[in-house]
């Protein structure tokens, strides 16, 4: 199926929600999928990790990637 909008992450809420404020802070608008919400409720678990995909119109891909790419290198020092 052919989609405007690509997925550029996949995971934490807490990371998920940094990238959609910066993502909003230059114009986007992203879309945010969680899992848990939609599908998960069956598992028991409570402490089941919460897995957040952000997905944002094709045409806007050039400026949200380098928006991930900054957000996981820092997260890594």
Known sequence: ???????IYTGSFIIAQL???RLKDIGIEPILKDDFKTGLRAVLVTEYPRLIEIFVHNDELDKAIPVVESVKAELQT
Do not use: G, L
Request: proline content about 0%.
């Open 19 to 21: 990238i959609q404020n």
């Open 1 to 7: 199926m052919e989609t405007d909008y690509t997925k």
